[in-house]
């Protein structure tokens, strides 16, 4: 088992920038690959970015691609999501999950998931 718990959201102006972190307990922390997803009011919740196990591999939605960075420090339990150039359809609640399996962009491969943390950005 896995508990995820999301931190750093807030409300912003475009072009702004914010980091998003996501603390786990439980065991083997470190043997999960971790990701982060959002979900906009309406629609449906979308891939963001993952990382392996080692932090050797990410992988990232074509929409944050090059302003985004997804990082994990195995030392801490913990997994950040540094966001450049927020804009305003950025706007959603962002989620930190945990997969078994390797880097993937599937939501129905993520085994836990965390509460999620409001980001709000403005024009």
């Known amino acids: 088992q896995v508990q995820l718990v999301e931190s750093g959201g807030g409300v912003l102006q475009a072009g702004d920038s914010l980091r998003l972190s996501c603390a786990a307990s439980g065991r083997s922390f470190s043997s999960y690959t971790m990701g982060w997803f959002r979900q906009a009011p309406g629609k449906e919740r979308e891939f963001v970015a993952a990382?392996?196990?080692?932090?050797?591999?990410?992988f990232y939605a074509d929409s944050v691609k090059g302003r985004f960075t997804i990082s994990r420090t195995n030392a801490k339990n913990t997994v950040y999501l540094q966001m450049n150039s927020l804009k305003p359809e950025d706007t959603a609640v962002y989620y930190c999950?945990?997969?078994?399996?390797?880097?993937?962009?599937?939501?129905?491969?993520?085994?836990?998931w965390g509460q999620g943390t409001q980001v709000t950005v403005s024009s």
């Open positions: 990382i392996t196990w080692s932090g050797g591999t990410t």
């Open positions: 999950a945990a997969s078994y399996r390797t880097v993937t962009s599937d939501k129905e491969k993520y085994n836990y």
